[in-house]
């Protein structure tokens, strides 16, 4: 494959960056999962062999117009006549080779062909003839899959990985022609289980820095062991690991993002109070690794709930949001379905109408950037080692600021806590730490620079209260740029939570002018500051019950709720309170109003794209290869914080301002999904234009 001069300085960066030789990216060759727009997958069961139609599967994933197809190879199962010992058959296999019929007959039809590869379980004839292959239990018994008493779980510190799979690697290689390689379940996003073989009994436990180092350092390993047994064959074959977790990733993505040259989220959908958004961060916490190279997100085309139903469809309107969120987010999307024999056909034309729609609009999914001046801090340690007060889940910290800057409108990034250097930073007029907890001294010191350059930054509650391992300092490391100390340990509730007095006027009180009463965090650290009088204050919690009894005690002590700063061209807001956390839980639209006043008075109000209308609209807002997308996701539904969506309830107009890269100058805005175009209005670089209503997903595009 070859490219333009264009395409080339584009993603020349990336390419180097996953370990592309720089000679191959001069002469032009970049990979082809570099531009691959639609992916899918059929996963084999094992009586496959005899019930799967070849022929009917590509008429199906050919109306998709696919690009590559994910087909079980082996691993726990071999759907091929493998000669590799202890590399179990399909029962139903016989003579037949269905990879190999399915591949030879996929690349017929021009799709790239991903052997799906599982190395997490073997069978137990491999167990008796490898016991050294095998996790074992404390009591010193193998582990076996929970919902069979045949399958036995490999550990990843064992030959099984070193030696048992890249021979499989080998022989696929070796006997067809394949694109590259995926395994299923491995490395995953959250952690290792805890193993106790020869191999693994003294390596400390789980969720300690020296698990989490040493687990780290065998994914890079195997990582790079697997990749290079691919490409022993083709100098663009890859491998791909199994990652996802979304906000909740706490393996560390960056450096696995190092070496892989593809992500795969799989992140497939949602369960329980699960908000419809939790896609939308996928995309976000991949893109602040990948840096633009290749990820994608399987949607499971099957009920994937609790209780699951692995053969029934999940309803069309929440897999079309999947996807839309897939594709508005930078990720390619990937539709995946279990069984080669379906008896439930309904999730079909789901599929078949969006990647349809994607193919005839694919060059403006081309993203060169994303267009926005806000960055959010995601951190993988503060899932890894931070226990928040209230024995709650770390990421709710995030997930509260995520709600509001949806409720603001706000175009967004998140990025990732080890990428806090002047080259990423220096795009964000502010950045905002939702309780960034662990900060090394490195990082906090990266942070006071880009203060000192102009930048403008929020923090809350514990940021930077604790190390880069989890060991508690003695006072905040960015106590010098926050210009507050920690005067004592955390408090939390005592019946009510506390509540915030309003002291004084300010810009980030706006919308608060008939009360000198807010509600305030859960928990908080209690502070000590110098400087001007602040303008709100901590008044502490006061019993709850019974009525009688719910008033404040005594003169309230004067205690800062919020420590507000500008220094130079820089602003600098710290709340000691957990208010992003209390927010998600409690709901509470003073709080969320609170958030979106600060964060406007940081950036001065000035957003790169500024929508206004009604309804719940996630937007991302990208330079892309033909000139400017505008991705808008209508999450207005009764479904929106859980179950599925079952419905669509359109929006009405939606007026957008935004400013738009160098050197487009179109004439109109192309609104993709109504298949219509509307008027806008040029005044230099910023544009104005209404979209008449957004159903589930709208992309508005201006070329060049």
Not at 8 to 19: F, K, T, V
Not at 558 to 568: M, Q, S, T, Y
Not at 627 to 646: C, E, I, K, S
Not at 679 to 691: K, M
Request: glycine share 8%; aromatic share 12%; with cysteine.
């Amino acid at each position: 494959m070859t490219i333009s001069r264009r395409d080339l300085m584009i993603l020349s960066g990336g390419l180097l960056g996953c370990g592309l030789p720089a000679a191959q990216v001069a002469e032009g060759r970049i990979p082809w999962y570099q531009t691959m727009r639609r992916c899918g997958q059929v996963n084999f069961n094992e009586r496959d062999p005899i019930e799967l139609n070849i022929k009917e599967w590509l008429e199906y994933w050919a109306s998709l117009k696919i690009q590559a197809l994910l087909l079980n190879g082996g691993g726990i199962e071999a759907f091929y006549p493998t000669c590799v010992p202890y590399h179990h058959r399909s029962q139903y296999l016989g003579d037949r080779d269905l990879f190999g019929d399915f591949t030879k007959a996929a690349k017929a039809r021009g799709m790239r062909v991903v052997a799906r590869l599982d190395c997490n379980y073997a069978w137990e004839e491999a167990w008796k003839a490898h016991p050294e292959w095998f996790e074992r239990n404390a009591d010193g018994e193998p582990a076996r899959h929970d919902q069979s008493t045949w399958l036995f779980k490999t550990c990843m510190y064992s030959a099984y990985f070193t030696e048992q799979m890249p021979a499989i690697i080998r022989e696929i290689n070796t006997l067809y022609d394949v694109d590259g390689f995926f395994t299923n379940g491995w490395p995953g996003a959250e952690g290792p289980s805890r193993c106790r073989c020869a191999e693994c009994r003294d390596t400390g436990e789980p969720g300690t820095p020296q698990f989490r180092d040493r687990h780290l350092a065998r994914v890079i390993e195997i990582w790079k062991l697997w990749d290079d047994t691919a490409k022993q064959k083709k100098w663009d074959s890859v491998y791909v690991g199994n990652l996802g977790g979304g906000i909740h990733a706490s393996t560390d993505l960056r450096e696995i993002a190092g070496v892989a040259g593809w992500f795969n989220a799989d992140h497939q959908g949602r369960t329980g109070n699960t908000p419809i958004w939790d896609c939308a961060q996928q995309g976000r916490v991949a893109q602040s690794v990948m840096k633009g190279r290749t990820i994608t997100n399987v949607t499971g085309a099957y009920a994937n709930s609790h209780p699951l139903w692995r053969h029934t469809s999940k309803s069309p309107e929440e897999a079309t949001m999947w996807m839309a969120q897939t594709t508005a987010s930078g990720m390619v999307p990937w539709y995946h379905w279990l069984g080669g024999a379906p008896k439930d056909l309904r999730w079909r034309e789901t599929g078949r109408r969006f990647f349809d729609w994607l193919a005839r609009n694919e060059r403006h999914f081309v993203n060169r950037r994303s267009i926005a001046n806000i960055g959010v801090v995601f951190s993988e340690r503060v899932n890894a080692f931070y226990k928040p007060p209230g024995g709650t889940d770390p990421s709710e910290f995030l997930q509260g600021l995520y709600y509001a800057l949806l409720e603001a409108r706000y175009p967004f990034d998140l990025v990732h806590e080890d990428d806090l250097g002047a080259d990423t930073l220096r795009k964000y007029a502010a950045l905002l730490l939702p309780n960034s907890a662990l900060l090394s001294d490195l990082q906090c010191r990266q942070l006071e620079t880009y203060v000192a350059s102009g930048g403008s930054l929020l923090a809350t509650f514990e940021t930077s209260l604790y190390d880069e391992q989890g060991e508690p300092r003695s006072d905040f490391g960015l106590s010098r740029l926050v210009d507050a100390n920690k005067s004592s340990g955390v408090e939390g509730p005592k019946g009510n939570s506390s509540y915030v007095r309003i002291l004084r006027k300010h810009d980030i009180l706006q919308g608060f002018e008939n009360t000198a009463l807010l509600p305030g965090a859960e928990f908080r650290v209690p502070l000590k500051t110098s400087g001007p009088e602040p303008a709100l204050a901590v008044l502490p919690p006061y019993p709850a019950y019974p009525p009688e009894m719910v008033y404040p005690r005594s003169e309230p002590p004067f205690e800062p709720a919020i420590v507000l700063r500008e220094r130079g061209r820089s602003r600098i807001a710290y709340i000691p309170g957990d208010i992003d956390r209390t927010f998600w839980r409690s709901g509470n639209p003073d709080l969320s109003r609170l958030l979106q006043n600060i964060v406007s008075w940081l950036i001065r109000d000035h957003t790169p794209v500024r929508i206004s209308g009604e309804g719940v609209i996630e937007m991302f807002a990208w330079e892309t290869e033909p000139g400017f997308a505008l991705h808008l996701l209508n999450y207005t539904n009764p479904n929106m914080l859980r179950g599925w969506f079952t419905a669509t309830y359109p929006v009405g107009a939606q007026q957008v301002q935004a400013e738009l890269p160098e050197g487009i100058r179109g004439d109109r805005v192309e609104l993709l999904r109504a298949g219509t175009s509307v008027p806008l209005r040029h005044d230099g670089r910023t544009v104005t234009f209404t979209v008449p209503s957004v159903r589930d997903y709208e992309v508005a595009v201006i070329t060049r």
